[in-house]
């Protein structure tokens, strides 16, 4: 066979092999990977009341600044309340409430947002309920949103005779457009010289370097400028027409984000182990004994003799039982993928909250390649 017929033939056998064994390419849209800086939701909280409860409001006179509310509230309105009335309140269906929201970027005024309403007092339930008009204020004292409406609460109960059913909460609720935007937050979108940032979600040299060479090869180079492994510098035009454009065109660039690095969620609370798929495990013998201490507790009875003059004297005994499983050196082969090494981590047969213990044990001893993050 001709030399250059055999090289071209074993050049293309290659490549095939190439595409049939390298790993798939799973490009993300760059809105999913970065955010602008100033484009961001701004928190509101207030303060305020809900009327209208069906017996379930605050029990005024362990939250007495319920009335002071009520109080103010209809001296507002042009209604006196003297001092001896205040003090003999007894209203059951008013409630103190927290009332919070979230501003979302670009918002003008007379746009409508969601907000949730809470109890800040011992309201049983805000079933039913109306929340009087409330100002929403941001983190610099200012007000940006009034709240009103009917609450919707997602939760259930009935109680009678002592005996109490209850389903979800009940006393938090949702106003669906319950608050009207009043003031609009100034956009810190674009810098002098039309200059913009975008920064990355999950800081990664790899990935930000792959962004900045994908919107260089778009928009040409010097258009993307890294300043670390989380921001990135946009030379963006000016015009506030142009500028919008060019934003939806950037979220839009697919970029191939790197490989993350290997790491393992520890949830000590529940119990809960959650790993990615670059964690890896060498091999290693772990032997682990459950320890369990088991208390019971009893009531004694003395009783005294006929005609003995003594009391009945009731005790409590006590019994303490430890009892520790022993644990067997077992053997763990070497996982180079995740189902290896879950199958491996299964074969110890350990609980959840053993496997915590585990992990920590397996990093310290260099067994584990993957960091452990303890929520």
Known sequence: MNPLLRFVSFSLAAALVALHTAPPAHAERLKDLVSFQGVRDNPLIGYGLVVGLDGTGDQTMQTPFTTQSLTNMLGNLGITVNSATTQNMQLKNVAAVMVTATLPPFARP???IDVTVSSLGNAKSLRGGTLLM???????????AMAQGNLVVGGAGASANGS???VNQLAVGRISAGAIVERAVPSALQQQGGVMQM????MDFDTTQRIVAAVNNQF?????????????QLRAPQDASEQVSFMA???NIDVRPAQAAAKVILNA???????NQMVTLQNCAVAHGNLSVVINTKTAVSQPGAFSNGQTVAAKESSIQLKQDSGALKMLNAGANLADVVKALNALGATPADLIS??????????????????
Not at 269 to 275: D, K, L
């Open 110 to 112: 007379g746009e409508a």
């Open 134 to 144: 409330s100002p929403l204020k941001g983190a610099d004292g200012q007000v940006y």
């Open 164 to 166: 109490k059913v209850q």
């Open 199 to 202: 920064e990355l979600r999950e």
């Open 220 to 232: 040409g180079m010097g258009t993307a400028l890294a300043l670390d492994g989380r921001t990135i």
């Open 249 to 251: 065109q950037l979220q």
């Open 269 to 275: 609370r529940t119990g809960s182990i959650v790993m």
């Open 358 to 375: 585990i992990l920590q044990s397996m990093k310290a001893a260099g067994a584990l390649r993957a960091d452990l993050e303890i929520i």
